[in-house]
């Protein structure tokens, strides 16, 4: 265990700095696993409970949401190193109960961050902090339930509440909570697809008619190319590598598109292989393009102009499938080369080199994650990728396709299911018909004009089904003051976190069962689903005791609200609230009602492994557009300007963290111990900002609206990256992260290009 200093955070001086590996995975991936589940289960219970996860008959993994293995495929251990850092997060033998809250008031909480809370383990029983409390102070759930009802009734308009999601929530949990608030009557659905892939959801339901990836697992494993750009499939999506090193056996090509030269698509050291424990492992990238933060969109471009150029294009595909191309070939037709490489910060000769590989490909598969997304041009950089995939005929064929690769392990199910603030107009329709209730028709808020309503007073209940909005959301200072400006705050979650520590004027946290646990609501045991980056939908079902009886199920806490809310006379009461409480069956027989793609739900997830999702581009080439085609898009050239001495600063994760769940200090595959406050910069930046490796500085960030937002006491690593790029650890850099910085058409937050200057801490060394 890390020490503290006095102020309860991890002691940074005792930081080691060595050289990042240049390999993934392997025994050492194995051994931390285990030392993380150990620490947290204990022996007997790390052995029961990670034998389950991603079994048929198991639990869903909470780490990602790349997909599982065919049924009859799957190893013994069908998880990795950071799958078992999560499921030991949430399988912890450590407890927060009634005398840990009597013990720390809110004050002393809001004095710590998120490692600390994240620690002290799983929450046991209601709380609430009362107006005027210092402290928590335990609550029946029925009091809870009547005390969130009151609120919301008490409130002039329905869209003074808004209802934040994560996406770890199940399916289940999702519909339910979608019919609660719109039942209730807002949209007011903001959720962490917002911060995460919303540009992807934008751009590809803009360009193709559907917002999800369009590739199976097979087209992964067996295409002939494969550009991985701006994610970090090593850290973040470890079981990729097993697919990317299937494809490398099957004589795939793999290009990295990132500033940083990612162990992980070095070489790969298959744990679950003999030849991955011993020898060097597969090398996984074949070309390595160490692009400028932001250059994407610009690379995208000369790629695309270059295929033209060389007649590399599938013109049978283009002309009966697309529209467009003409005004994409103009937009292309005098490209700015100069712009280009100062925008890539590559060399005409490293960008001809990619795309002779994707001329060459006869089947290219391209995989993204928050690198493209979060930045101010990302729904148009997001579009170029689909642009060069419509140019090669890479949609709905065997081998190609389109891959985000989603965060959360059930994100991209809670849209399935209607979690979004910009609901389709036939969904709400078929809410309406299915339970007789009328839905609020007018587009609600999301995370940034969220955090923006209840900065105004505008909204004045907060609801969070899960995640952890504090921390996650951009600008910290005015998140926290935003959710301390609430009337109430709720707080529905397994484990505490920042959120818990910045209430509104009153606040509740409602601990709830996590996906590893049983679940015997109604009586009986309730199984959940979750939907994958790949559209697959499987069943998960906890094998575990739950960490404390008094726990209850997400979709019992949704529906209990409900009941406790609508009174007869409200519509909202005309739903069987209590049968969907108690019988998740119905609830996805209401579902298979109201979505397609759903029919047979429960038999279809009897099946090993599950059922997958219509996707009409992937199943027919049919795009489901205004224009009926898919559509070739042209975009501006953005090129990211950076005023003199100044960095573009790009926050990412560590490999000891779930975004805000820090599991340690370590991040292993980038050479740092002990220590998450580090600032890594190249080298010679290093030398013309007059610094040195080890200084400690604070980061300043720089932005229009004159507000100077700052982190202080960053040590500066040096470390490889094209020039004038900066990268250092998320959440602690989103004080830097301006609420107004966002990607257009999205509004994500730029998480990924933030300009800052660094000053040597208390003004010297
Ligand atoms: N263990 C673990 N697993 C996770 C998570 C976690 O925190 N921990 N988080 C989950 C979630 S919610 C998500 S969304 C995913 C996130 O998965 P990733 O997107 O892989 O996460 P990041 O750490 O944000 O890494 C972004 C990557 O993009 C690169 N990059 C940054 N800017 C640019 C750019 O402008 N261009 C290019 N080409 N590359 C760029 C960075 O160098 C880095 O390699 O992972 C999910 N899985
Ligand atoms: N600067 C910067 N900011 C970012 C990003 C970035 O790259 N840079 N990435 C963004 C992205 S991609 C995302 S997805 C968001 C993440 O935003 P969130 O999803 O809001 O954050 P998490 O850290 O995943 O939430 C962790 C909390 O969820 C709760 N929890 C865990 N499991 C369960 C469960 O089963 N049920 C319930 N009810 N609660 C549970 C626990 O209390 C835990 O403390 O952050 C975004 N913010
Ligand atoms: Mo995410």
Redesign the pocket.
């Known amino acids: 265990m890390a020490t503290r200093a006095p102020n309860g955070e991890p002691d940074e001086s005792r930081l080691e700095v060595s050289a990042a590996p240049e390999h993934s995975a392997g025994p050492r991936a194995v051994a931390a696993a285990m030392r993380h589940a150990v620490g947290q289960m204990g022996v007997r219970r790390s052995a029961a409970t990670l034998r389950r996860v991603n079994q048929a008959d198991g639990f869903d993994c ?1 780490g990602c949401a790349w997909p599982d293995a065919e049924a009859g495929h799957r190893h013994v251990a069908e998880f990795c190193e950071n799958g078992a850092k999560a499921v030991a ?2 399988a912890t033998l450590r407890r927060v109960d009634a005398g840990f809250f009597a013990e720390h008031s809110v004050a002393d909480l809001a004095g710590h961050g ?1 490692y600390w ?2 620690q002290q383990g799983r ?1 046991t029983e209601p709380m609430v902090l009362r107006p005027g409390a210092t402290h928590y102070a335990p609550i029946g759930w029925d009091e809870a339930f009547a005390l969130v009802a009151d609120h919301l009734r008490g409130l002039d308009h329905p869209d003074q509440a808004v209802f ?7 399916n289940e ?1 999702a519909f339910v909570y979608q019919l609660l608030v719109r039942a209730f009557g807002t949209n007011n659905l903001p ?3 917002n ?3 919303e540009s992807t959801s934008v751009a590809l339901t803009e360009t193709i008619g559907i917002g999800k990836g369009s590739v199976t697992l097979t087209d992964v494993e067996t295409a002939d190319l494969i550009v991985v750009a701006g994610q970090n499939p090593g850290t973040n999506h470890p079981r990729m590598l097993a697919s990317l090193e299937v494809a490398k056996d099957n004589g795939a090509r793999i290009i990295s598109v990132n500033p940083l030269r990612e162990a992980g698509l070095g070489r790969f050291k298959n744990p679950q292989r003999p030849r991955g424990v011993v020898g060097h492992g597969t090398r996984l990238a074949d070309l390595h393009l160490p692009i400028r933060l932001g250059g994407d969109l610009a690379l995208f471009q000369a790629w695309g102009a270059l295929l033209l150029k060389w007649g590399a294009i599938d013109e049978e595909f283009l002309a009966e499938h697309t529209v467009g191309f003409t005004a994409y070939a103009e937009g292309l037709a005098d490209l700015d080369w100069d712009k280009v490489e100062e925008a890539t910060g590559l060399t005409r000769d490293q960008i001809e080199e990619g795309a002779a590989m994707i001329r060459d490909s006869a089947a290219t598969v391209w995989c993204w ?2 690198g493209l ?2 930045h101010r041009h990302g729904v148009a950089t997001i579009k170029e990728v689909v642009n060069l995939a419509l140019l090669r005929g890479d949609i709905g064929r065997p081998g190609a396709g389109l891959c985000p690769v989603r ?2 392990s059930n ?1 991209q199910g809670d849209r399935t299911m209607g979690i979004w603030e910009r609901p389709p107009v036939w969904f709400l329709d078929a809410l309406e018909v299915e339970f007789g209730i009328p839905v609020p028709r007018e587009h609600g808020l999301d995370v940034v004009e969220a955090i923006r309503a209840l900065s105004t007073g505008a909204a004045r209940v907060f609801v ?6 504090a ?4 600008d910290t200072p005015v998140t926290e003051a935003a959710l301390r400006r609430a009337d109430l705050t709720v ?7 920042r ?2 520590a910045v209430p509104g004027t009153t606040a509740l946290i ?1 601990p ?4 590893s646990e049983r679940d015997l609501t109604g009586g009986s045991p309730q199984r959940v689903t979750v939907e994958d980056s790949m559209s697959m939908v499987h069943a998960s079902r906890g094998p575990l005791a739950p960490a404390s009886p008094e726990l209850r199920s ?1 979709v019992d ?1 949704v529906c209990s609200i409900a009941l406790a809310l609508f009174a007869e006379d409200h519509p909202g009461s005309g739903v069987p609230w209590e049968r969907l409480r108690t019988d998740y069956g119905e609830i996805r027989h209401r579902i298979s009602r109201v979505i397609p793609g759903f029919d047979d739900y429960e038999r279809r997830i009897d099946q090993p492994g599950g059922f997958v999702l219509p996707h009409p581009p992937r199943d027919a080439r049919v795009f489901p557009t205004a224009a009926g085609r898919a559509v070739l898009t042209v975009s501006p050239l953005d090129v990211l300007d950076l005023p003199e001495g100044h960095l573009l600063l ?4 560590s490999h000891d963290q ?4 820090i599991y340690g200090l370590d991040d292993r595959y980038r050479g740092i111990r002990n220590g998450r406050r580090v600032v890594f910069v190249h080298p010679d930046d290093v030398a013309d900002l007059g610094l040195a490796g080890g200084d400690l500085v604070d980061l300043v960030a720089v932005w229009g609206d004159g507000v100077e937002r700052r982190a202080d006491r960053f040590r500066v690593v040096p470390y490889d990256q094209p020039r004038g790029c900066a990268a250092a650890y ?2 602690e ?2 004080p ?2 301006p609420l107004g910085s966002v990607a257009v058409g999205s509004n994500t ?1 730029t ?2 290009s ?1 300009v800052v200057r660094l000053e040597p801490h208390g003004g010297g060394r």
């Open positions: 909470q997060e949430e998120d809370l994240g929450l934040y999601t994560s996406g770890r929530t199940s949990a959720d962490c697809s911060m995460c892939h994650a928050m997304t979060q965060g959360h994100v969070g089904l899960g995640g952890n909005f921390s996650a959301a951009p707080q529905i979650s397994t484990k505490l976190n959120s818990h409602l709830v069962l996590g996906r997400e806490v790009q926050t990412l994760r779930y975004n805000t769940t998320y959440p850099t989103n830097l992260v937050p998480s990924k933030v």
